[in-house]
T-cell receptor, first 115, second 112 residues
């Protein structure tokens, strides 16, 4: 089945380290998104991309960067990790919307702990 | 600004009873309102959505209602079962349909 995958699934790192989280999809979707999930704060959008040459900031992009290497791959980087970036990170994909929105399909998540 | 408020944050109901979760949104141009269910340790998955040209949509025990004038929408689950226990997120589209903004989530517990 077509799917969204994320690597690694769990990562523990130290303050100041550079970290990359990777997302791949076989759904053939053009749009890809990175969210972080914190208890009581829901899912907050970090970055999103509508195609290989398109990158857009979400509501909480500070401290993060992304790369869209191909239609199927979208990576999230933390240049210098800090403890308040400890969270569950989700990648998601979707088709372009018609007149209104469409379903987003989420990956399994990456649990990141910054010590 | 872009904002979706979701209430309550936690909800506990007896098996067989109904559960209602409510959300309000800020952008009057929002036109798509999905609800996602996240079981423990799993990824969020769409359970139902509604577009701004309808006021209500039902799928078996789940229904969503939309009041565009008041800018709020609600999820209704009837005859709740233990497998309904999960975190539920509402969302609304912003900037046309470019992105979704999610509510804070509701942890629903069904007591046997």
């Amino acid at each position: 089945d077509a799917d969204v995958t994320q690597t690694p699934r769990n990562r523990i790192t130290k303050t100041g380290k550079r970290i990359m989280l990777e997302c791949s999809q076989t759904k053939g979707h053009d749009r890809m998104y990175w969210y972080r999930q914190d208890p009581g704060l829901g899912l907050r959008l970090i970055y999103y991309s509508f195609d290989v040459k398109d990158i857009n900031k979400g509501e909480i992009s500070d401290g993060y960067s992304v790369s869209r290497q191909a239609q199927a791959k979208f990576s999230l980087s933390l240049e210098s990790a800090i403890p308040n970036q400890t969270a569950l990170y989700f990648c998601a994909t979707s088709d372009p919307p018609r007149s209104s929105g469409v379903e987003q399909f989420f990956g399994p998540g990456t649990r990141l702990t910054v010590l | 600004g872009e904002n979706v408020e979701q209430h309550p944050s936690t909800l506990s109901v007896q098996e067989g009873d109904s559960a209602v979760i409510k959300c309000t949104y800020s952008d009057s141009a929002s036109n798509y309102f999905p609800w996602y269910k996240q079981e423990l340790g799993k990824r969020p998955q769409l359970i139902i959505d509604i577009r701004s040209n309808v006021g209500e949509k039902k799928d078996q025990r789940i229904a969503v209602t939309l009041n565009k004038t008041a800018k709020h929408f609600s999820l209704h689950i009837t005859e709740t079962q233990p497998e309904d226990s999960a975190v539920y997120f509402c969302a609304a589209s912003f900037r046309g349909a470019q992105k979704l903004v999610f509510g804070q989530g509701t942890r629903l517990t069904i007591n046997p």
